[in-house]
């Protein structure tokens, strides 16, 4: 047994040895490792940081030359760390990382709890960027979301670090991140806000700012109250939590009212050149490249866009004229929005989104609002898909009183015409007889059409008041720009959109997670009859207002019923219109519409501020002519594999005319009731 007995001691002490050497060999790589990552950290140039200033954002034009540039002077504005108030150091450390003060640079446990969050949630619901990893991303790094930027994200956190002590690093912190309403930098966030210097800022509003660094947009208490002291709130938790305020200090807090600076404060838009197009711009960046605003506004970064600056400035001329519009009532201004989109490409070459001093990133009538269309919506629901199907302008339909299974659409103004051709109808804008064309083809072609014009609709949008845009959610001028492009474009949807490509700071791409591609919409035959059709609203029709003295229009008004004014006042003023090489539409109305807060039925506004817009817009540019349909041949059913109103057309004479018979037949709805 002894030779057995001396195997088994070799073999333990092979497996020893073993053992030994790879935990030699193992500590050996580590130390390498850790020397290397030394090594780079080292490498790292974190000078910048001596500048006051972070790397400014460019926008170049359409002609890819520089349109504007965002550099926040914010350098004399600088804070000291002495001069930073404790609470607000706390509140800041609190909610964005509460370990600053005790890891180096990057928190290991912080990752790890943050790991653990999203894995057992199944999505990212919890990040682990220490303060010292924002700084290096907002002052050194392009906003790339790759394993590479981060890795570089690390490094220079470690070297800011190493060069830097903890109150420098958040003393820099502080007076360059943005806080949003056009603040960078604490002191100036201190006086937009509360009018305040950062000495005398109370805990409750320390808490408050520090919560805006998530999300400034959306959590500005000037725009979002509600959800900006809620955020305050669960800074001031975690404060009590983590132990840097009692409990007392707490209920005091939260208690406090919110007293913003109000009316006197600094108006932010004045800070940026262009800044519904920059906010806008934003909008994309967040959808198509999932850049945050302030990788935006501090990222670096090279945006090409489709901005024309003369026509953006053209834009916002006419809006501060107040001859333009409407006069309003002494507490509420008539609000508007507008948006030009060249619709051979989609790229949006001007947008504004609100008269009078607004706040940076404040609400943005050309791209969020979401109003009713009216009739606006007619050539895009009810006409197109009708022509599709075969039927031409001169064909006619019956205005006169209807209903629908109680549904009871009447004419602007009331009365009835009788037998109308289609294009008197659309001239004239006369309800019941788009109403009765939906009802015809069918509300399916109606939903079915607008889907392809890029409109988004519900299944609550499924009646026959989609005829005259009686939409649940509503669409914005950008919405209804990109739709009727279409017309102007042969039948061809471009995708509307501010942002061309987006570059860092060294001409790398930043890509994008989808591709913007043209979407066969309809034939350009039927594309070149609407727009016929819609250059008569402009000379002859309710669109007069719209005409451009040296150039062809075509476009539609639309209005919206103010409900309890006995027809006698109108909630929204409508006019999207276009000439071959660029589209315009405009929204008028009042933010909060009432009993003593809407447009009379008389107005035109929308069609005249249009007008003016397009008029300045085009100065210079060339006069082109729309192509020509080529004719609308007179509808032959026995030609069409699916013609819904075959039968109707048995009844016509060779002239188009509705006899007796089919005119008790246009009184029964073929394809359901209305809802």
Do not use: C
Request: charged letters at 25%; a neutral charge.
């Amino acid at each position: 047994m002894n030779p057995v007995i001396k195997d088994k001691s070799k073999q333990r002490k092979a497996w020893k040895t073993f053992i030994v050497a790879g935990f030699l060999a193992g500590g050996l790589f580590a130390a390498l490792g850790w020397f290397a990552f030394g090594q780079l950290v080292d490498k790292q140039d974190v000078s910048l940081l001596d500048k006051p200033l972070p790397a400014p954002t460019v926008f170049y034009d359409l002609n890819d030359k520089e349109a504007l540039k965002i550099s926040p002077s914010h350098a004399a504005e600088a804070v000291s760390y002495d001069s930073l108030p404790k609470h607000l150091i706390d509140a800041v450390v609190a909610v964005e990382d509460k370990r600053f003060f005790e890891h180096g640079g990057t928190d290991l446990r912080g990752i790890g709890r943050a790991l653990m969050t999203n894995l057992t949630s199944g999505k990212t619901v919890q990040g682990a960027s220490t303060i010292t990893q924002q700084l290096a991303k907002n002052v050194f790094l392009s906003q790339e979301r790759t394993w590479t930027r981060k890795w570089k994200e690390l490094l220079l956190a470690q070297k800011i670090e190493k060069t830097y002590d903890k109150p420098q690093i958040i003393e820099m912190y502080l007076n360059q991140i943005y806080f949003g309403e056009g603040a960078w930098g604490i002191r100036k966030a201190a006086d937009v806000y509360f009018g305040v210097s950062v000495d005398r800022l109370t805990l409750a509003q320390s808490a408050m700012l520090a919560g805006i660094l998530k999300a400034p947009s959306a959590l500005s208490p000037y725009t979002h109250k509600e959800k900006a002291q809620e955020r305050r709130d669960v800074v001031l938790e975690l404060m009590k939590e983590q132990g840097k305020i009692t409990a007392a200090a707490y209920d005091s807090a939260v208690r406090e009212p919110l007293r913003l600076r109000g009316a006197a404060k600094t108006g932010a838009a004045e800070a940026i050149k262009y800044p519904y197009y920059v906010d806008q711009v934003i909008r994309e960046a967040a959808d198509r490249y999932g850049l945050t605003e302030n990788d935006v506004l501090h990222g670096g970064l090279r945006i090409h866009t489709a901005l024309d600056p003369r026509m953006q400035q053209a834009v916002e001329s006419v809006y501060a004229q107040a001859s333009a519009f409407p006069a309003s009532v002494a507490d509420q201004l008539i609000q508007s929005g507008a948006a030009l989109v060249d619709p051979r490409d989609g790229g949006i070459r001007a947008l504004i989104g609100g008269r009078g001093k607004q706040p940076f990133r404040g609400f943005n009538r050309a791209v969020q609002l979401k109003r009713q269309p009216g009739s606006t919506m007619k050539p895009i629901s009810v006409y197109t898909p009708a022509f599709e199907r075969g039927y031409t302008p001169k064909d006619t339909l019956l205005d006169e009183p209807v209903d629908f299974g109680g549904y009871q659409p009447h004419n602007a103004g009331g009365g009835y015409h009788g037998e109308v051709s289609i294009y008197d109808a659309i001239v004239n804008s006369y309800n019941i007889p788009a109403v009765r064309l939906l009802n015809d083809i069918g509300i399916d072609a109606g939903m079915d059409a607008a889907k392809r014009f890029g409109l988004e609709l519900t299944d609550a949008d499924r009646t026959l008041g989609l005829a005259l845009g009686g939409l649940q959610e509503g669409v914005s001028p950008l919405d209804m720009a990109e739709a009727f492009g279409v017309f102007a474009n042969d039948g061809t949807r471009m995708p509307a959109h501010s942002i061309i490509r987006i570059e860092t700071a060294d001409g790398e791409a930043v890509p994008a997670a989808s591709e913007l591609v043209p979407v066969k919409t309809t034939e350009p035959e039927v594309a070149r009859t609407m727009t016929s059709v819609l250059e008569g609203v402009v000379s002859e029709g309710t669109g007069e207002l719209a005409a451009l003295a040296d150039r062809p229009v075509a476009g539609k008004t639309g209005t919206t019923e103010m409900p309890g004014t006995d027809g006698k006042g109108i909630k929204d003023n409508w006019f999207v219109g276009y000439t071959p090489q660029l589209v315009g539409a405009v929204w008028l109305g009042y933010d909060h519409t009432d009993g003593s807060h809407y447009l009379t039925t008389t107005s035109k506004a929308a069609a005249a501020v249009f007008q003016k817009l397009m008029s300045e817009a085009l100065r210079g540019e060339p006069v082109l002519s729309f192509p020509k349909a080529a004719g609308n041949p007179r509808k032959k059913p026995a030609k069409h594999a699916e013609p819904p109103h075959a039968k109707k057309e048995k009844g016509k004479d060779k002239h188009g005319k509705s006899n007796e018979a089919h005119e008790k037949k246009d009184k029964q709805p073929k394809h359901g009731k209305s809802e």
